[in-house]
């Protein structure tokens, strides 16, 4: 019995443990992004304005499990260009299981994008099996390496074939781990369950910056 009573304890100051470190380690993350934020000249939020929610609230990524939350929102604004970084959090519950998803998103914005809706991701070899049973993907057998590459869908098809010309597959193809969804004059751009750490601020906003060159271009 004094056994039992000994491992669920330990058990019990182990998941006491856990918590604690994960809100330290949070706390910390905080700070150092606000840190970072500051140097940059930028804007730190807690929320997303009302005009960036309403546009993210219609992005697949924020239909995705529940007890969705945003946080350590980064905002530059040009006025023609408005880019926001900031964390996501959802989870996904499996009966008595729950599992939480991190990751970090950008969110850009500029009337200088007219684009077709469309999400574009790495494609794998289960997609291409899945292909084999009516699942869809926009292919270019002009370009089997783009083909191959992603996972382009999008329900106006042949506008999305239109706008992705081979000018623009060249260029994605040098970013093949990318994730894109995009929404006439916005898109998100992120990795899956990837956060940023401070010191990768300026890189993911140099990186989006890097793909919304590619998507505004005449």
Same mark, same amino acid.
């Given at each position: =019995?004094?056994? =039992?009573? *000994?491992?669920?304890?330990?058990?019990?100051?182990?998941?006491?443990?856990?918590?604690?470190?994960?809100?330290?380690?949070?706390?910390?993350?905080?700070?150092?992004?606000? %840190?970072?934020?500051?140097?940059?000249?930028?804007?730190?939020?807690?929320?997303?304005?009302?005009?960036?929610?309403?546009?993210?609230?219609?992005?697949?990524?924020?239909? %995705?499990?529940? &007890?969705?939350?945003?946080?350590?929102?980064?905002?530059?604004?040009?006025?023609?260009? /408005? =880019?926001? @970084?900031?964390?996501?959090?959802?989870?996904?519950?499996?009966?008595?299981?729950?599992?939480?998803?991190?990751?970090?998103?950008?969110?850009?914005?500029?009337?200088?994008?007219?684009?077709?809706? #469309?999400?574009?991701?790495?494609?794998?070899?289960?997609?291409?099996? $899945?292909?084999?049973?009516?699942?869809?993907?926009?292919? #270019?057998?002009?370009?089997?390496?783009?083909?191959? *590459?992603? $996972?382009? /869908?999008?329900?106006?098809?042949? !506008?999305?074939?239109?706008?992705?010309?081979? +000018? /623009?597959? +060249?260029?994605?193809?040098?970013?093949?781990?990318?994730?894109?969804? &995009?929404?006439?004059?916005?898109? @998100?751009?992120?990795?899956?369950?990837?956060?940023?750490?401070?010191?990768?601020?300026?890189?993911? =906003?140099? %990186?989006?910056? !890097?793909?919304?060159?590619?998507?505004?271009?005449?």
């Amino acid at each position: =019995m004094i056994y =039992m009573v *000994l491992i669920w304890g330990g058990m019990i100051l182990v998941g006491i443990g856990a918590i604690a470190w994960g809100i330290l380690a949070e706390k910390k993350r905080r700070e150092t992004i606000a %840190q970072t934020v500051e140097e940059l000249g930028l804007r730190l939020a807690s929320d997303l304005d009302e005009s960036d929610r309403n546009v993210f609230d219609t992005c697949q990524l924020a239909q %995705q499990g529940h &007890s969705r939350q945003v946080s350590n929102v980064i905002v530059a604004d040009s006025g023609e260009l /408005r =880019m926001v @970084l900031f964390d996501y959090l959802y989870k996904i519950s499996n009966g008595k299981n729950s599992t939480t998803y991190k990751q970090s998103v950008v969110l850009v914005r500029s009337p200088a994008l007219r684009m077709p809706e #469309f999400t574009i991701s790495p494609e794998g070899f289960f997609h291409r099996i $899945l292909e084999m049973f009516g699942a869809k993907d926009i292919d #270019f057998e002009e370009d089997r390496v783009f083909s191959d *590459l992603f $996972l382009l /869908r999008g329900t106006r098809e042949q !506008e999305v074939r239109s706008f992705f010309n081979a +000018q /623009r597959r +060249q260029q994605f193809a040098k970013h093949a781990n990318i994730h894109l969804e &995009s929404k006439a004059s916005a898109f @998100l751009y992120y990795r899956p369950r990837h956060r940023w750490n401070a010191d990768g601020i300026k890189q993911a =906003m140099e %990186q989006a910056f !890097e793909v919304y060159r590619v998507l505004a271009a005449e």
